[in-house]
C-alpha cells in the first residue's frame, strides 16, 4: 500500500488517479500512523512552502514523515514536496523538514520572454543514475508548474537537471527518499513509468 500524504496540498487526487490507473493500491491520508507504517510513502503538492509546514506540524505528519524516512520505507516527493524536504524555502522564508541539506530559491531570470511560473514541458537530462529514472532516453520532456526549484547543499544529491534560462535541479535524493520537481502524475507514459519504477522501488539509492 502507497500512503498519500494529505496536508492540504492541491494534486492529491491527480497522484491517486495516476495510481489506480496503473492498478497500484494506494490511499490519501492523514493519518500519522498510517504513514509510519506504510510500504511506501508519497509526499505530493501544489502550493506555498510556509502554509503547508504550518500544516504538517499541527497535524504531526512532519514527524511521521521522517520516520517513515528513517525506517526506510520508500518516499517519493512531488514538486511542493521536493522542495520542503530540503531545509529551508525562500518561499515565505520557511524553515522546512530537513531531510536533505540546501535551499529552494525563486527563479530570478532576465529574460523578459520567460514567465514564472515555469508552465509546460522542458525536457530532462539525467546526471546519476537512479532506479526510478532508469527508463528515461535523453531529451525526454516532463511536465511542470513552479515557480521555486530545489537546490540541494551537495551535488551527489541531485540525479536530473533541466534549463529555463538556467540550469536547475528537477530531480533529487538521499537513501531511500527520491523527489522531483515536474509532476510525473501529468507527464504521459513517461511519467507514468516512473510512479510505476516507484512501486517497485526498494528504497535502495540506485
Given at each position: 500500500?502507497?500512503?498519500?500524504?494529505?496536508?492540504?496540498a492541491?494534486?492529491?487526487?491527480?497522484?491517486?488517479r495516476?495510481?489506480?490507473?496503473?492498478?497500484?493500491?494506494?490511499?490519501?491520508?492523514?493519518?500519522?500512523?498510517?504513514?509510519?507504517?506504510?510500504?511506501?510513502?508519497?509526499?505530493?503538492?501544489?502550493?506555498?512552502?510556509?502554509?503547508?509546514?504550518?500544516?504538517?506540524?499541527?497535524?504531526?505528519?512532519?514527524?511521521?514523515?521522517?520516520?517513515?524516512?528513517?525506517?526506510?520505507?520508500?518516499?517519493?516527493?512531488?514538486?511542493?514536496?521536493?522542495?520542503?524536504?530540503?531545509?529551508?524555502?525562500?518561499?515565505?522564508?520557511?524553515?522546512?523538514?530537513?531531510?536533505?541539506?540546501?535551499?529552494?530559491?525563486?527563479?530570478?531570470l532576465?529574460?523578459?520572454?520567460?514567465?514564472?511560473?515555469?508552465?509546460?514541458?522542458?525536457?530532462?537530462?539525467?546526471?546519476?543514475?537512479?532506479?526510478l529514472?532508469?527508463?528515461l532516453?535523453?531529451?525526454?520532456?516532463?511536465?511542470?508548474?513552479?515557480?521555486?526549484?530545489?537546490?540541494?547543499?551537495?551535488?551527489?544529491?541531485?540525479?536530473?537537471?533541466?534549463?529555463?534560462?538556467?540550469?536547475?535541479?528537477?530531480?533529487?535524493?538521499?537513501?531511500?527518499?527520491?523527489?522531483?520537481?515536474?509532476?510525473?502524475?501529468?507527464?504521459?507514459?513517461i511519467?507514468?513509468?516512473?510512479?510505476?519504477?516507484?512501486?517497485?522501488?526498494?528504497?535502495?539509492?540506485?
Open positions: 500500500m502507497i500512503c498519500i500524504i494529505d496536508y492540504d492541491g494534486n492529491l487526487t491527480s497522484v491517486k495516476a495510481l489506480n490507473y496503473l492498478d497500484i493500491e494506494s490511499e490519501i491520508t492523514q493519518d500519522a500512523d498510517k504513514i509510519i507504517n506504510a510500504e511506501r510513502v508519497i509526499f505530493p503538492g501544489v502550493g506555498h512552502a510556509k502554509t503547508a509546514m504550518e500544516v504538517l506540524v499541527n497535524r504531526g505528519l512532519d514527524a511521521a514523515l521522517k520516520r517513515a524516512f528513517e525506517k526506510g520505507a520508500p518516499v517519493l516527493g512531488i514538486c511542493l514536496g521536493s522542495q520542503v524536504i530540503l531545509s529551508r524555502s525562500e518561499e515565505g522564508d520557511t524553515e522546512c523538514l530537513g531531510l536533505i541539506k540546501g535551499t529552494c530559491p525563486k527563479f530570478k532576465s529574460d523578459p520572454s520567460l514567465k514564472i511560473p515555469h508552465i509546460g514541458w522542458n525536457s530532462v537530462q539525467i546526471v546519476q543514475r537512479h532506479f529514472l532508469k527508463d532516453e535523453p531529451g525526454d520532456e516532463l511536465y511542470f508548474v513552479h515557480s521555486y526549484y530545489p537546490r540541494p547543499q551537495n551535488s551527489d544529491n541531485i540525479f536530473a537537471m533541466a534549463e529555463y534560462e538556467i540550469e536547475f535541479p528537477v530531480a533529487i535524493g538521499e537513501k531511500n527518499l527520491f523527489a522531483t520537481q515536474f509532476h510525473p502524475e501529468k507527464s504521459g507514459p511519467g507514468l513509468q516512473i510512479l510505476k519504477n516507484f512501486s517497485q522501488w526498494d528504497g535502495s539509492p540506485c
